[in-house]
């Protein structure tokens, strides 16, 4: 069901409350040093057009898991005052979330006013849905307006209980970018579809690699998950990290993609290494096979030359790429080879690019190559449900457009 849009709404001089996702990485270091500004950047649309068109906006958010309870160090006031810099505009902060204190900031707010309400995670009726909470923070304001794309997968109290308490409810803009652009990721991809799978776990993405399994050409699988897959073809994977339990599952996925008749390719070659720590000796594993594995004691840290040879070779065949998933321990340089080459043949394609998952988003911008890519998504978990093909509870409780 469409869902109305921030444009669909008449703003000017009213109080909109809109839940933003400023859960931002950051260094606590006495202060904090936010090290990564994507999301609070992304919400600048919405704001400004906010501001432009004279609302009263009214920003709420998460930030961490304080788990109900006030904790300094998750306060939202430094990430306001980030804001104010960004907009260069004050950026009114309510101590508290709800209750008198943003009654009376926002009883004095002006048309093109921006306040900002502190963590509604610091009140144990945000996760928990519940609706007195809902109806407090929806009596702060006229409208509301969802732009929390990176928590649209959570049914909190400010994600979804609030808009059974407001007249109307609207996707912002950021909400309304994300989902067009990972739903045209997955419903019309222009082929050959080629999907690069990695991270950590089989389990986490078994959902997400049988909906990718309908609509992909290819998919090239990394990371640990390649592990599973292996260990399924009675490849030998040393000390790996293998989720034994899901060989199984992993058989199944591999016959699916043989039904389905998708290329389905698992490295060839490994990076291995004895400890997961930089410095430590390092060797490419010769092609793998049930006679050779991974040695002994030793784990796959990363996918080896041979393989990014291969996958290098099938990304530039491609016009769409999607990649949720580093293919190796990216974290430590000396295991990062595979996950930057791939980010490289991703920059190089010519294809629609589109990257889902925290550490896939880290690893584009580590290696500088964010702004060639066609669409990063500031959702994590969100981006892998909406791939899924869940539904997200922060946007289906919006108001269904006429
Ligand atoms: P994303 O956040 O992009 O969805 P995941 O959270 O699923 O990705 O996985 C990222 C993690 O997977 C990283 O911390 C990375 O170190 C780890 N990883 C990748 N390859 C391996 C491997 N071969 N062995 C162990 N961990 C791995
Ligand atoms: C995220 O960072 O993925 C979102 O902000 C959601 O946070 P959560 O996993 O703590 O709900
Ligand atoms: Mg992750």
Do not use: C
């Not at 610091?122 to 929390?148: H, I, M, R």
């Not at 994977?237 to 008749?261: F, N, P, Q, T």
């Not at 040695?295 to 790429?321: H, M, N, P, R």
Request: proline residues 4%; aromatic residues 4%.
């Amino acid at each position: 069901m469409a869902k109305l849009a921030l444009r669909d709404l008449d703003v000017r001089g009213k109080r909109v409350l809109v839940r933003v996702d400023f859960n931002v990485p950051v260094e606590l270091r006495g202060e904090v040093r936010i090290t990564d500004d994507t999301r609070i950047r992304e919400s600048l649309p919405t704001i400004n057009y906010l501001r432009k068109h004279g609302a009263k906006t009214i920003l709420m958010s998460h930030f961490g898991r304080p788990k109900g309870k006030r904790v300094e160090k998750y306060s939202l006031r430094p990430i306001g005052d980030y804001l104010h810099s960004l907009i260069h505009q004050p950026v009114i902060f309510s101590h508290d979330t709800i209750g008198k204190v943003p009654e009376k900031i926002i009883g004095h707010m002006e048309n093109g006013d921006v306040a900002l309400l502190e963590n509604v995670r610091f009140q144990p009726e945000e996760e928990t849905n519940d609706p007195k909470f809902s109806e407090a923070l929806a009596k702060l304001g006229d409208l509301y307006v969802n732009d929390a794309f990176g928590t649209a997968h959570r049914a909190h109290a400010s994600t979804a209980g609030i808009t059974k308490f407001v007249t109307k409810s609207a996707m912002g803009l950021l909400m309304e970018k994300e989902l067009k652009h990972l739903r045209e990721g997955l419903d019309k991809p222009t082929k050959p579809f080629v999907v690069v799978l990695g991270g950590s776990k089989v389990s986490d993405k078994i959902g997400v690699l049988k909906a990718l399994m309908e609509k992909a050409d290819t998919i090239l699988i990394g990371g640990a998950m390649a592990n599973t897959f292996l260990k399924a073809q009675g490849i030998p994977v040393g000390a790996s990290r293998v989720e034994s339990d899901k060989v199984d599952l992993a058989h199944e996925i591999l016959d699916l993609a043989k039904k389905r008749g998708v290329k389905f390719l698992l490295p060839i070659d490994a990076l291995e290494a004895e400890e997961i720590r930089a410095g430590v000796p390092i060797r490419n594993t010769s092609r793998l096979s049930p006679q050779h594995g991974i040695s002994d004691g030793w784990q796959a840290v990363d996918i080896g030359a041979a393989t990014i040879a291969l996958y290098q070779e099938e990304l530039a065949k491609a016009e769409t790429i999607l990649w949720n998933g580093p293919v190796g321990i990216f974290e430590i340089p000396d295991f990062a080879e595979g996950t930057i080459a791939i980010a490289e043949a991703l920059a190089q394609s010519g294809a629609t690019t589109i990257i889902g998952g925290g550490d896939s988003v880290t690893a584009v911008k580590q290696a500088g190559l964010a702004d060639k890519m066609t669409f990063i998504s500031t959702g994590g978990g969100a981006s892998l449900e909406l791939l899924e093909g869940k539904e997200l509870p922060g946007v289906a409780a919006l108001t269904d457009k006429k």
